[in-house]
């Protein structure tokens, strides 16, 4: 069974920046999905990031589209989310989760059915 474990969250200033860490392991398949999402109080958990491990393809939300930048090591072991410009709207609880299949990313959106490994979540807090 995968597992995934997420670091990097913290306190940053509206405009500063973070990068997330997303470590997978126990994973039986070479090309599966790692996503990012994210979960703000009174708010529905968002998916704001994706990548495939075969092709590296990308996904990205518009809400996060420009500013944030999803990547992954040559091992393909550990995921990054790199966070620049942020925003007091980007406060939230973020959480890595790992899919066994690669995503087709046909829709604005990434669903959080198709992820079945999820981690404890890291925070992020904005201030203005």
């Known amino acids: 069974e995968m597992q995934v474990v997420e670091s990097g969250g913290g306190l940053v200033q509206a405009g500063g920046s973070l990068r997330l860490s997303c470590a997978v392991s126990g994973s039986a398949f070479d090309d599966y999905a790692i996503g990012w999402f994210r979960q703000a109080p009174g708010k529905e958990r968002e998916g704001i990031s994706c990548?495939?491990?075969?092709?590296?393809?990308?996904f990205y939300a518009d809400s996060v589209k420009g500013r944030f930048t999803i990547s992954m090591d040559n091992a393909k072991n550990t995921v990054f989310l790199q966070m620049n410009s942020l925003k007091p709207e980007d406060t939230a609880i973020y959480y890595c989760?790992?899919?066994?299949?690669?995503?087709?990313?046909?829709?604005?959106?990434?669903?959080?059915?198709?992820?079945?490994?999820w981690g404890q979540g890291t925070q992020v807090t904005v201030s203005s």
């Open positions: 990548i495939n491990t075969d092709d590296h393809s990308t």
């Open positions: 989760a790992a899919s066994v299949h690669r995503i087709e990313f046909y829709s604005p959106t990434i669903e959080q059915f198709e992820f079945g490994s």
